[in-house]
């Protein structure tokens, strides 16, 4: 793990940036690129060095922005059609698919995923742009027949106003994406707090969203390392809707500071999601499940398996074959293409690994693969680890743990297993695996999760709604509903029509 001088690595890493004019570390306030009175430091997780320093907002950076952009919200949403909106998204897409390699390369030099992850993200980010630059124009009302004679009543879909945005690190152009694409079709501006660990991104996507043609004070983004500056977004009046990715206890904080205004609030929160493999599945596929959704960005999903529950009579035939495929994975820095596991995002993540580890370990589970971190100051590693003989008493049971750690429990039926499952305050995504149809759809129903993958690990597309209960937050994303987050229906009723 990291043999290579960081110095170097940076340079060459930013040299091969075909448009170096992505690369911005300034605040983007009322259409014009701002300094502020101070910075912060953006460190690069497979080095542990600074990649670059960016300014860092204050309240008053916060209240210049959301003026600006209550400003030029209505006149936006007055001058503009869903068509026109839709003709600015699609645009604003395909810049972003055309500086692809740039945008991937710094995503994956500030959030240390690898390159062709970052790549699949910018894509994935960019679906979201697509979908919703086609549902602006599809944003109906109804018509509705009134129970009073000579009266229509018909409704109208309305931007709700200004949004606050505040996102995670572990995807920082797709979070972003999928909230503020449906923003703009539906009208809205937004102001964005990026994640401190990773604001290059969403910068440079900034910087393509004003060549694409959307209105500059549309678009307002705040980095700072102030975290009361950006409570601003969640108190501020003008404010109409805050939508934040991110964990559960920061979620539950800003939605009480948003109710003294009452504002729209989306919460898309953690998670510690089943992944129940049961004795009649294929296991090979539920390795392959396994492996992309357990170490995609280094087990830093929201959807990640956090807890695998396998039937005790494959358990072990399982946990072999997942250890031959871990043990295959090169840790590594993120740009280098023979890496095929990265760094995690900081040093309090690789620890938050290691006490999942130590815990297990000291109640009496098994290391099968991995359990170490890498050297201190040469990178934030943290070995793909897979450990057996895990018990519901551990950490492991209940916290999310969000790095590279597998944790194989054994189950012996299929109520016992839901039971275990279902066993916590979180339900954003749960797995399973099972080649009985009847099976298929009863566990479906019986997961307490707003996602199910059945058969598979991959469950995120621009097309399917993202969400999740109990305390996972509520709200859904991309789909057919992901617009009515940032819209309300208005009635009107026409009376004594004489028809
Ligand atoms: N459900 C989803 O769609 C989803 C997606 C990605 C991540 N997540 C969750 O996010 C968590 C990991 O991300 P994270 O560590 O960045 O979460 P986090 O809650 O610490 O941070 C998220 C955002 O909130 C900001 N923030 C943090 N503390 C704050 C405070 N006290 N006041 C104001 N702002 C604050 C951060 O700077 C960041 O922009 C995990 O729990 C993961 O499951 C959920
Ligand atoms: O980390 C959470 C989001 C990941 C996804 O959209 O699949």
């Not at 964005?192 to 660990?197: A, L, S, T």
């Not at 393509?208 to 209105?215: E, M, Q, T």
């Not at 975290?227 to 964990?247: M, Q, Y």
Request: aromatic share 8%.
């Amino acid at each position: 793990m990291g043999s290579y001088d960081p110095s170097h690595y940076h340079r060459d890493a930013l040299s091969k940036l075909s448009d170096s004019s992505l690369l911005i570390g300034d605040a983007f306030i009322d259409g014009v690129w701002q300094k502020t009175d101070n910075t912060f430091e953006v460190i690069e997780p497979s080095t542990e060095t600074v990649l670059g320093q960016v300014q860092s907002c204050d309240t008053q950076h916060f209240q210049n922005a959301i003026q600006s952009a209550n400003k030029a919200q209505s006149e936006y949403f007055k001058s503009t059609t869903g068509h026109t909106r839709g003709a600015f998204l699609k645009k604003w897409a395909s810049l972003i698919l055309e500086n692809k390699r740039d945008i991937a390369t710094i995503l994956s030099l500030e959030n240390g995923k690898l390159i062709s992850e970052a790549e699949g993200e910018v894509v994935y980010a960019t679906s979201f742009i697509s979908w919703f630059a086609e549902e602006a124009t599809r944003c109906y009302g109804v018509t509705i027949p009134s129970s009073t004679p000579n009266t229509q009543v018909t409704t109208v879909k309305e931007p709700v106003g200004v949004c606050g945005i505040i996102t995670p690190w572990n995807f920082p152009a797709a979070m972003i994406t999928r909230k503020i694409a449906p923003a703009f079709a539906a009208g809205c501006a937004v102001v964005i707090k990026p994640p401190r660990e990773t604001p290059y991104t969403c910068l440079a996507l900034t910087k393509l969203a004003v060549d694409a043609g959307i209105p500059p004070k549309i678009i307002q983004v705040c980095p700072t390392k102030n975290r009361e500056a950006s409570l601003e977004l969640a108190t501020n009046p003008l404010v109409k809707k805050i939508s934040f990715t991110g964990s559960t206890g920061v979620g539950k904080m800003l939605a009480k500071l948003a109710t003294d205004t009452l504002k729209r609030v989306s919460l898309e929160l953690g998670g510690n999601a089943p992944f129940i493999v049961f004795e009649d599945a294929n296991l090979d596929l539920a390795v392959e499940g396994a492996m992309f959704c357990k170490f995609r960005c280094s087990g830093q999903t929201c959807v990640c398996a956090n807890r695998l529950y396998v039937q005790r009579s494959v358990a072990e035939e399982f946990t072999q074959k997942l250890v031959a495929k871990v043990s295959q994975l090169k840790t590594g820095p993120s740009l280098v293409s023979t890496t095929t596991q990265g760094p995690l995002v900081n040093k309090a993540a690789v620890n938050k690994v290691q006490e999942h580890v130590d815990d297990a370990l000291a109640k009496g589970a098994k290391i099968e693969a991995g359990g170490k971190p890498g050297a201190p100051g040469q990178g934030y590693f943290f070995q793909p680890t897979v450990l057996s003989s895990v018990t519901n008493d551990m950490i492991v049971a209940k916290d999310e743990t969000f790095g590279p750690l597998a944790p194989v429990f054994t189950f012996d039926t299929e109520d016992e297993v839901i039971q275990l499952a279902n066993d916590t305050e979180f339900g954003l995504a749960g797995y399973f695996f099972s080649r009985d149809i009847n099976r298929a759809m009863r566990v479906a129903a019986r997961l307490q999760v707003g996602m199910v993958g059945v058969n598979t690990g991959k469950i995120s597309a621009a097309e399917t709604p993202f969400g999740g209960v109990k305390e996972s937050g509520y709200g859904r994303e991309g789909s057919l509903y992901g617009m009515d987050e940032y819209t309300y229906t208005k009635s009107v009723t026409v009376g004594n029509l004489d028809i």
